[in-house]
């Protein structure tokens, strides 16, 4: 029997120190589990941020579509008006090209003008009229009629020469007008071309300037998107990660109540096996009086036989019936834990902590007691109240395991 005790407190020291090492273990697990919480808070909060800056960008991706639109309008109306100037020049040219025969055939008729005076001058000269005055020329008449038709001739030939000399005048200013008009086109139409050529150097290279600004906010845009699918993914995969360790504290939590569970039952066991050896040891003839008699005891709540099956009254309950802690006798919170196999029983006929087998309905820890539950009568906990008040009373097959 003390070797028996010896293993039994053997196997509760290691029940202990599994506990303990479990407790650590999910002490870990909720170390772990908060770290997690906080990097998802934080991959949340630039993810927010993130989202935030995407929808900047498509905004300013707007704005600038916008004035590029407003960019392309401009240019292809520049464009118009530089085919209007061109088709404006094109017209001036053969406007250009009719004075240039102007000027042409002014320039001619100056220099036939110019000849004709030459060509007198040198008349002039040839008859020696240049080296006479027209004095001599009028007191040389030889009658008055000589006289009147000399002076008649000089004057006729200087009033010619005045009219050919006006018109020669009149001819070159002409003519300078042209040209003067001629010079006022070409340089009217050349600003035409160097302003529109200017403006449409300005706006192309504004367009270029936009496109790129543009092209980089798309670049953005496409890395921002990257990084929010890179977030979203990490978010899944700490989530991921989060419900496994969820999932292994509450494993944990489990088996720490298996194991309180099972370290009850032992320290119960232990309890018995006490009792029973200090019974022995104050009363050493009553064993061997009962077996020596041959009589079976009489008394209803004697310990079920371990791996007999016996016939039991059978109700079930739950942890939240009235007048219920919820906690059962060997302290297994039933709300916490409500998918806990557990029964009540009598602990004169199914020794706490007990494991026992019900006909049909499986295996279950005799963890519980209750002021009805006496003799050979068992309450099965059930996590929904239905299904107690579905169960009633019945009668079922009970057989301890150990």
């Not at 202990?16 to 908060?34: P, R, S, Y």
């Not at 017209?91 to 000027?103: H, Q, Y």
Request: aromatic share 4%; glycine share 4%.
């Amino acid at each position: 029997m003390q070797k028996k005790l010896l293993i039994l407190m053997m196997f509760i020291g290691l029940v202990h120190i599994f506990v303990g090492g479990t407790v650590f273990a999910t002490d870990a697990l909720e170390n772990d589990q908060k770290q997690i919480q906080q990097e998802r808070k934080a991959i949340k909060l630039e993810l927010s941020e993130a989202e935030v800056k995407l929808v900047e960008l498509a905004e300013k991706l707007n704005e600038l579509n916008e004035e590029l639109s407003t960019l392309n309008d401009a240019i292809e109306e520049n464009e118009e008006k530089i085919i209007e100037t061109e088709k404006k020049m094109e017209e001036n040219s053969e406007k250009v090209k009719e004075l240039e025969v102007e000027i042409a055939l002014l320039q001619e008729d100056i220099d036939q003008r110019i000849e004709l005076l030459k060509d007198r001058a040198t008349t002039y000269q040839q008859n020696g009229i240049d080296n006479i005055s027209y004095i001599e020329v009028i007191l040389g008449a030889e009658s008055f009629g000589d006289f009147i038709s000399r002076i008649l001739t000089i004057s006729r030939i200087a009033q010619a020469d005045s009219n050919f000399i006006e018109q020669t005048e009149q001819k070159q200013q002409e003519l300078e007008d042209v040209q003067q008009v001629f010079d006022k086109i070409h340089q009217e139409l050349d600003e035409q071309v160097i302003s529109l050529e200017v403006l449409h150097n300005d706006l192309k290279e504004q367009r270029e300037k936009t496109n790129q600004v543009r092209d980089d906010l798309k670049r953005n845009e496409s890395e921002q998107k990257a990084l929010i699918a890179q977030l979203v993914e990490e978010e899944l995969e700490l989530a991921s990660q989060e419900e496994d360790i969820r999932n292994r504290i509450a494993e944990e939590v489990r088996l720490r109540e298996m194991a309180r569970i099972e370290m009850a039952r032992q320290e119960a066991a232990k309890k018995a096996a006490q009792e029973s050896q200090r019974a022995q040891t104050s009363n050493p003839s009553s064993a061997g009086s009962n077996n020596s008699s041959g009589s079976e005891p009489s008394n209803s709540s004697s310990p079920t036989t371990e791996g007999s099956w016996e016939t039991f009254n059978a109700t079930a309950y739950t942890a939240y019936c009235v007048g219920c802690s919820g906690v059962t006798r060997l302290g297994i919170d039933l709300r916490a834990n409500p998918d806990a196999k557990v029964v009540a029983v009598d602990p004169n006929v199914i020794p706490l902590g007990s494991r026992v087998e019900v006909k049909g309905y499986g295996v279950f820890l005799a963890a519980d007691t209750g002021g009805a539950i006496v003799g050979k009568k068992i309450d099965i906990f059930m996590p929904n109240r239905s299904d107690a008040l579905a169960f009633g009373r019945r009668s079922v097959q009970v057989r301890v395991l150990d």
